[in-house]
C-alpha cells in the first residue's frame, strides 16, 4: 500500500511539474526564445561589426541540453565566462533548457536552436577562426540526454552529434562534453583538426550533476585548472583531470577518468593552447 501511494505522489508531482514548466514548443516559451534569440543575435551582430576584419577569432557553443539540474545551466555561464576571460571579444552562442522553478534566461537548447547556431556559426566564421563547443548533460553509451520542460525528448546520439558538427569542420575546433559516458561519443566525433574533452570514460559515469549543483566536476575542474595560453592541452587535462580525481576520491565514487583525444592537424596545441586562444 505505502509502495504504491508513493508512486502515486511521484506521478503527480511529476504531472504538477510538466504543467508548470515553460515548454519550448508553447506559444509563451516561442516566445521568450525568440526574444532571446534575436537579441543574443543582435548583440553578436554588434560586435562583429567593431572587430577587424583581419583578426582570428573565437566562436563559442555552450549548451545545456538537460532541465534536470541547476548544474548544466551553471556549466554554460562557467565556460562562458572562462573563455570571455580569455578572449573578451569571442562570439558566443549559448543556450539551456531552464531546470524547474528557473526562468528563461536563455533561448532553448533544442534540436532546431543547436541547428540554427551551427549554421549562424558556419556563416559568420571567416578563415582563421577557432571554435569552441562545449555540451553538457546527462549522458550513456553513445548518447547525450535531452530534456526540456520536464519532458524527455529522444536523446542525441554521437552519429547525429557529428552530423550537427560537420558544417564547422573547417575550422580547428575545440569539443568538451561533460556526461557521464561521454568517452564513448569520441569515435564519433573524430576529425583531424579537431580535440575533443570528455568527463568520463566510455564506461564510466562522471558527477556533479545533482539537481541543486553549481556545476559539473568536470567544468569546475576545468575552470580551476585555469588554462592559460602557455598551457597546453596534455597539461590542462592532467590537472583539470587531478582535481575531479580528488573530489571523487573524498566522496567515495568510483573514478570517472576524464578524456582527452586530440587530431593530427591540432596536435601542436598538446604543449601551447596559445594560438587556440589567441589571435
Known sequence: MRTFLSRG?????????????VSPDSPEGRSQHDALWQDAQRQRQEQVARQPADRPRLLVLAVGLSDETKAFPGDVNGVVAGVRSLRPDALVWQMWN???????????????????????????????DRILVMLTSHGHHNLLAHVAANRRLPPLRGEELHDLLLPLAGWETGVIISACHSGSLIPALRHPRRWIMTAAAADRVSY??????????????????????EMGLDAWHAQAAQIVRRGEDLAKFTPSLPQLWVGAAVAPYRQSLRGFWQP
Do not use: D, K, N
Open 208 to 229: 556533479g550533476c545533482q539537481f541543486h549543483g553549481s556545476q559539473t566536476y568536470f567544468i569546475q575542474a576545468l575552470l580551476q585548472a585555469q588554462a592559460g595560453p
Open 9 to 21: 505522489l511521484a506521478a503527480l508531482l511529476l504531472a504538477v511539474l510538466a504543467g508548470c514548466a
Open 98 to 128: 531552464p531546470p524547474f522553478g528557473e526562468a528563461v534566461t536563455a533561448p532553448f537548447a533544442t534540436r532546431e536552436s543547436l541547428q540554427a547556431a551551427v549554421a549562424e556559426m558556419r556563416a559568420a566564421a571567416r578563415p582563421g
